[in-house]
């Protein structure tokens, strides 16, 4: 199993300003992915990162509100941009395994004020 | 599309009771299936995975089987305990042909067990 690690673990941040989420991961994997997890809610996917091209971004979902980095297999960035209080969630990195099981960071609990 | 129906929560058990938690997919052709649990203020852990029909996940007591003839994957624990609170997500991931690598989840059923 992989072992992912994300910074911040939560933040409290004003509207307007933006907030970038780190996801470090312990192997090299292809894919990556970074979900959404509203208060009370399931888990919605943002965007798939691969490394070396752009990321794939899900209905509802744009590269100017969620600009994501992926420089290299091990690490990726989400950025929540322009924030206002609907951003407050649960942001979860996670990575696809040898049998096509999903493996989650701890997620970054953020607050907008 | 794919789609993952889960029993509605939240549920209420007492300490030893059975636990059972419906989950019924919609997916082309095979895809693996899966639990997810999440205990208050943390992250998604794996519970357990059937990758093909007839397979049985099993872990930390809990169990379910892949059922194609009915699309279930139902989870079950014959006796839970209190530590066992927390919300379950059901989840399947398609087969690697059809061309979508998007973990599909259910809606979470949360699961509060009392002394």
């Known amino acids: 199993s992989a072992v992912i690690s994300q910074k911040p673990s939560r933040d409290i941040c004003q509207r307007g300003t933006s907030l970038t989420i780190q996801c470090q991961v312990d192997s090299q994997v292809t894919m990556m992915f970074w979900y959404r997890q509203q208060p009370g809610q399931s888990l919605t996917l943002i965007a798939t990162?691969?490394?070396?091209?752009?990321?794939?971004?899900e209905s509802g979902f744009v590269i100017d509100k969620f600009p994501i980095s992926r420089p290299n297999l091990t690490f990726s960035t989400l950025t929540v941009s322009n924030m206002s209080p609907e951003d407050s969630s649960i942001y979860l990195c996670s990575v696809v395994g040898q049998m096509n099981e999903q493996f989650f960071g701890p997620g970054t609990r953020l607050t907008v004020l | 599309g794919n789609s993952v129906t889960q029993m509605e929560g939240p549920v209420t058990l007492s300490e030893e009771a059975f636990l059972t938690i419906n989950c019924t997919y919609t997916a082309t052709g095979y895809p693996s299936l899966f639990w997810y649990v999440q205990y208050p203020g943390e992250g998604l852990q794996l519970l357990l995975k059937?990758?093909?029909?007839?397979d049985k996940g099993s872990n930390k007591g809990f169990e379910a089987t892949y059922r194609k003839e009915t699309t279930s994957f139902h989870l079950e624990k014959g006796s839970v305990q209190v530590s066992d609170s927390a919300v379950y997500f059901c989840a399947l991931f398609p087969y690697s042909g059809a061309g979508s690598y998007q973990l599909t989840f259910g809606k979470g059923t949360k699961l509060s067990v009392i002394p």
């Open positions: 990162a691969n490394q070396g091209s752009e990321a794939t971004y």
């Open positions: 059937a990758t093909k029909a007839d």
